[in-house]
T-cell receptor
Framework: DGGITQSPKYLFRKEGQNVTLSCEQNLNHDAMYWYRQDPGQGLRLIYYSQIVNDFQKGDIAEGYSVSREKKESFPLTVTSAQKNPTAFYLC?????????????FGSGTQLSVL | QQPVQSPQAVILREGEDAVINCSSSKALYSVHWYRQKHGEAPVFLMILLKGGEQKGHEKISASFNEKKQQSSLYLTASQLSYSGTYFCGTETERTYGQNFVFGPGTRLSVLP
């Protein structure tokens, strides 16, 4: 079955450490997105990518970095510059730029600081 | 550019109706509605496009008023399974196809 896989499900970060969250999709979707969700809050856009080797900052990109070297993969790195990284991170994908197309979500990664 | 949702939270008894609103200060091209259970991924409900169409899905329907830049989600005869947080997601005409932003969510609790 096609879908989006996020790993790990839970991740712990030490002070000053960079961590990478994985997001892989086998839906052949062009567009991919990363969202951050804080407890009781909505989804805030971190980064998005429409095509391979291209990505754009969302509303809260500071302290995060991404890459899009392959169509199916869009990893998110939470750098040490992100001082408050504890949150639930969701990856999503979409076929392309047609407004009729829904977003498909992964099951999320819960990141906590030790 | 995040859309605004109201109310923030609502508590219902099984069988009651609810309306959740989503509005934007910018011209909207599309509005999506998703429901999320705690700790899970959001689940797609429906998409509305510019043109003011109304859509329905069983007892859940929605409308889109492009003049007011507003969409409303209607939940009728609510069931326990409707509990969760409802998010609207929007694309503006200017950013169509490029990014996708969500509102802060409306927490719905349906009690027996």
């Amino acid at each position: 079955d096609g879908g989006i896989t996020q790993s790990p499900k839970y991740l712990f970060r030490k002070e000053g450490q960079n961590v990478t969250l994985s997001c892989e999709q086998n839906l052949n979707h062009d567009a991919m997105y990363w969202y951050r969700q804080d407890p009781g809050q909505g989804l805030r856009l971190i980064y998005y990518s429409q095509i391979v080797n291209d990505f754009q900052k969302g509303d809260i990109a500071e302290g995060y970095s991404v890459s899009r070297e392959k169509k199916e993969s869009f990893p998110l790195t939470v750098t040490s510059a992100q001082k408050n990284p504890t949150a639930f991170y969701l990856c999503a994908s979409r076929q392309g730029q047609n407004a009729n197309e829904k977003l498909f979500f992964g099951s999320g990664t819960q990141l906590s600081v030790l | 550019q995040q859309p605004v949702q109201s109310p923030q939270a609502v508590i219902l008894r099984e069988g009651e109706d609810a309306v959740i609103n989503c509005s934007s200060s910018k011209a909207l091209y599309s509005v999506h509605w998703y429901r999320q259970k705690h700790g899970e991924a959001p689940v797609f409900l429906m998409i509305l496009l510019k043109g003011g169409e109304q859509k329905g899905h069983e007892k859940i329907s929605a409308s889109f008023n492009e003049k007011k830049q507003q969409s409303s989600l209607y939940l009728t005869a609510s069931q326990l399974s409707y509990s969760g947080t409802y998010f609207c997601g929007t694309e503006t005409e200017r950013t169509y196809g490029q990014n996708f932003v969500f509102g802060p969510g409306t927490r719905l609790s349906v009690l027996p």
